[in-house]
């Protein structure tokens, strides 16, 4: 069965400084992998996907994330934070490889500080 | 152009109640999901239509909860006899509805079961 962990449910940076969010999943298949953003009082909107091909997938805004199948890990990451970053950011898998019928991670929320 | 419209944005209602919440996808748009958001969670998947057929249902919780998409455009996610665990974020997202196309999510039904 899929499942997702995200590490950290709340992760505060400065200003300038890099973002990483983590995130680990499982999946007895070979996983498609997305990262969704929320800002608030906004809907959920797709930042990034791996579904085959390259493992560093390179989103909107300045994110990136990297597939790593031996670390079962798919990180968010962007060098340089800025203050409209903050959001809650949800880590997803797919289930049988369809890219609606996800299994979603609790949701990590980015703080971002002058 | 229009995305994803959910009405009402919030629902407050009594223990026992039957709710309806609606959802007007994106135009075009043959998938259509539902989720649901506790707090503190991730999105759940509730159910997927390809059309007006219910392709997964597997999600929903149990019979108090029906979905419907009679015309294969606008849905509405239905709950009898509510009780106060149903109180959640109801989101909808709909997509081309091709395997490699992502999810469009609307802003959500804020349901409260008092």
């Known amino acids: 069965a899929q499942s997702v962990t995200q590490l950290g449910s709340h992760v505060s940076v400065s200003e300038g400084a890099l973002v990483l969010l983590r995130c680990n999943y499982s999946?007895?298949?070979?996983?498609?992998l997305f990262w969704y953003v929320q800002y608030p009082n906004q809907g959920l909107q797709l930042l990034l996907k791996y579904t085959t091909g390259a493992t560093l997938v390179k989103g909107i805004n300045g994110f990136e994330a990297e597939f790593k199948k031996s670390e079962t890990s798919f990180h968010l990451t962007k060098p340089s934070a800025h203050m409209s970053d903050a959001a809650e950011y949800f880590c997803a898998v797919s289930l049988g490889g369809s890219q609606g019928n996800l299994i979603f991670g609790k949701g990590t929320k980015l703080s971002v500080k002058p | 152009g229009a995305g994803v419209s959910q009405t009402p944005s919030n629902k407050v209602t009594e223990k026992g109640k039957y709710v309806e919440l609606r959802c007007d996808p994106i135009?075009?748009?043959?998938?259509l999901y539902w989720y649901r958001q506790s707090l503190g969670q991730g999105p759940e998947f509730l159910i997927y239509f390809q059309g007006t057929g219910a392709a997964d249902d597997s999600g929903l919780p149990n019979d108090r909860f029906f979905a419907v998409r009679p015309e294969g455009s606008v849905s509405t996610l239905k709950i009898q006899r509510t009780e106060r665990g149903d109180s959640a974020v109801y989101l909808c997202?709909?997509?081309?509805?091709?395997?490699?196309?992502?999810?469009?999510f609307g802003n959500g039904t804020r349901l409260t079961v008092t």
């Open positions: 999946s007895s298949v070979p996983p498609y």
């Open positions: 997202a709909s997509s081309v509805g091709t395997s490699n196309s992502p999810l469009h």
């Open positions: 135009s075009g748009h043959t998938a």
